[in-house]
């Protein structure tokens, strides 16, 4: 999933999102306002078609919630999301329905997601047959998803309990895949796995990509999960994009402080490759922000090793870094794309 431009050709692009912002209102407590998170704060991204676009960052940051904003799974606040160049943003729920096909989340907890008293064959099968499809094409279709999963036809029968982590995830993957998408978000799919399985499965998304052609938006809150799969990164931070870049270029060179931390923190994945020297780990200190009450100027100056004065009042845009590359930090630790 390496290699592609870092940049996509506007043609290219399948997937636009311009300042997306999802704010979710809490219950009152006592008189006054009622608190307003602000999960997703003006994001704009592009995904080209073919590629793998890595979307990181802790847990609480968004990046969740941005995926279930660009599928549509969820309302936006505001903004515009734009899939092969038509706005998808203000469809009804009717008008929804080719682009449900066209687009599929898997999810992080392949057991959660799949009903336990369905059979694998019912679960694989079902959004064919909610398109009315005739059972004996949607068996056969099953069992071919199954098989490009790398299970086979003898699982149709079985229960979700009977299978492992790894292979629940692939379930879910041949699910997502019955209807045959061109994008795929996936949200933090192997984050319930044995790290001994993870490498199998983030292959298993490789070799479909290469197969089926499919666009990808991987989230993860681990930047070596994110590193390994991806083409190009966007880094998040409190609901906002802080850095975008190739892999590559991230992976040698974070820009912003926060991509740095993330970095020295993340776990090798196992894939027999050398990937040269650990780095030395960074420890952030400081209060971890709510969304609910976001700091000043830069979101990250609480916690941030190279924070001077200005960062604590002036809220730093993302501006261009090099080519592909972007940052939002007034003192980013590079200050040229070594691309
Ligand atoms: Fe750190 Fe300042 Fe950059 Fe924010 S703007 S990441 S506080 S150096």
Do not use: W
């Not at 989340?105 to 959660?112: E, L």
């Not at 056969?140 to 086979?152: F, I, N, Q, T, W």
């Not at 795929?184 to 199998?200: F, G, H, K, T, W």
């Not at 420890?283 to 004065?309: E, I, N, S, W």
């Amino acid at each position: 999933m390496t290699g592609a431009p870092s940049i996509p050709a506007d043609d290219d692009v399948l997937l636009r999102a311009t300042d997306v912002t999802k704010h979710f209102a809490l219950r009152r407590h006592g008189l006054g306002p009622r608190p307003i998170v602000q999960a997703v704060d003006a994001v704009s991204l592009e995904v080209r078609r073919g590629e793998t676009l890595g979307v990181v960052g802790e847990s609480g940051c968004g990046k969740s919630t941005l995926g279930r904003c660009l599928t549509r799974l969820i309302d936006v606040t505001s903004g515009h999301i734009e899939l092969a160049g038509r706005e998808i943003t203000t469809l009804s729920r009717r008008q929804l329905r080719p682009v449900r096909r066209d687009v599929q989340m898997v999810f992080q907890d392949p057991y959660a997601s799949l009903n336990p008293r369905r059979r694998v064959g019912e679960i694989v099968g079902e959004p064919l047959l909610i398109q009315k499809q005739d059972r004996i094409a949607v068996r056969k279709r099953v069992a071919e998803l199954l098989d490009l999963v790398g299970l086979s036809a003898a699982h149709t029968d079985r229960y979700p309990h009977e299978f492992s982590g790894g292979q629940r995830q692939r379930i879910g993957i041949a699910r997502a895949l019955a209807m045959g998408p061109s994008l795929v978000v996936a949200d933090e799919p192997v984050s319930a796995l044995d790290v001994s399985i993870q490498a199998q499965v983030l292959n298993l998304f490789a070799d479909l990509q290469d197969e089926l052609g499919l666009t990808y938006v991987f989230i993860a809150h681990d930047l070596g999960v994110v590193n390994h799969v991806s083409d190009r990164i966007a880094v998040m931070y409190l609901g906002s994009i802080v850095e975008v870049s190739s892999a590559d270029d991230l992976y040698v060179a974070p820009a912003h402080p926060y991509t740095e931390a993330l970095l020295s923190a993340a776990p090798e994945i196992d894939d027999g490759q050398d990937t040269g020297p650990r780095r030395e780990r960074i420890v952030l200190t400081g209060d971890v922000p709510t969304p609910l009450d976001k700091p000043t100027g830069c979101a990250f100056h609480t916690r941030c090793p190279y924070r001077q004065d200005r960062c604590v009042t002036e809220r730093p845009q993302l501006r261009v870094l090099g080519p592909g590359r972007e940052v939002a930090c007034h003192f980013p630790r590079i200050t040229e794309s070594p691309g």
